[in-house]
């Protein structure tokens, strides 16, 4: 009988997340669908054949760029050697909805990816509430929505369902104190990206937490204990695509070979920034590939300042060391033969939350009671004209095959 008011005090908490965030989520996915008609009836295509183009439905269309065609593929297909380069859990989440609903496979990525994103909005929400209550958690969720890359979050990608896994990994393994359950999602999310991996920094920090409450226990014993397991799984879950890999194609570092076919290569991490900005500095300024090198720089710059403004901020450390960890694993694999050396760096961001917090946070500083009126006013003019324009712009772009991230 305790239990009961228990589920029925968390049933709410869910059901408060949904109507705080449901009308932001309807209506920014009302006006991406409308800017990708427009894009697609009067933007010419780069790419037009039906090798390139999987239906004949515009949302379809709009949705499935780039990357999209390689996951749809493997789910249809299966693997090949060069297909390696992607993680199987999505594609393999979108064979699961194809069987389910009878969709294909273009649409069952779509339903997969719009289904994850409204988890993540709520699990973003409530994660973000327990540590600094119900205006800063939407305003984070808005931030994340508004984001000029955030178009990839319902797109055929696996923006929405890796974020999923990785909010669930917080969120169990610190307000909820579930490290077993926090170990899956860590897991499930290992084996969607790579940076999925990093999840073992929450869960060690449950297990540290776990430890040091455990006084009855023999000091000697203390820090071992079966949880360790748990703390394993997210390396796991890396191990279990890298031994498919030896079994089935020969090689367990397939997928890093594959990720060479992009002319990516691991790097130190200034390598990628320095080439960066050279390409800044010495294209045209309109040029495609300095307008591109220049928003991969930005977003790389930006969201490091954003996470040493965590630092400031006191966000939990383990967001912190997980988002840093994730940056530099991005910036260490640029793709130096390519249009931008930090190519894709706007769409990966999208992952690193703890910026998306910190910037809530400083805004609900610049437009406090006692901001100035010229702060107040530059931050409150960004969230309704520039960052949607932004994205408008940006998923218009993509949408005709003439932007990749």
Known sequence: MRRRPERRREWQAWLTAWRALWPDLLWSRVALVAVGFVALAFFP??????TYNVSRDPVVLMFTRWDAMWYIDIARRGYWFKALAFFPLYPAAIAAVRWITGASAAWSALILSNLAL???????????????????ASRTVRWLLLFPTAFFLSAAYTESLFLLGVLL???????????????????????????????????????????????????????????????????????????????????PDAFLAAQ??????????WVGMVAAIGKVLGGGLLQAPTILSMMDLLAALGFLGLLALGVRQRLPWTWLAFAGAAWLMDVSAPALGGESPLLSMTRLVLVLFPGFVSLALATEHATGPHASAWRAGTVGTMWPWVLPMMQAMFFAIFATWRWVA
């Open 45 to 50: 295509w780069m790419y037009v054949s039906p």
């Open 260 to 269: 060479a076919a992009w002319g990516r290569a691991v790097e130190p991490p």
């Open 169 to 251: 990994t917080f969120w169990l393994a610190g307000p909820r104190h579930k490290i077993w359950w926090a170990g899956l999602t860590g897991f499930l999310a290992a084996l969607t990206r790579n940076q999925g991996v990093l999840l073992v920094v929450p869960l060690l920090g449950a297990y540290w937490q776990a430890c040091r409450a455990d006084v009855a226990a023999p000091r000697i014993w203390r820090w071992v204990r079966v949880e360790l397991l748990a703390v394993a799984m997210p390396v796991m879950g890396l191990m279990a695509f890298v031994g498919w890999q030896a079994l089935v194609f020969h090689r």
């Open 118 to 136: 409204v988890g993540t909005v709520v699990v973003f929400w409530r994660l973000v509430r327990e540590y600094y209550g119900g205006l800063v």
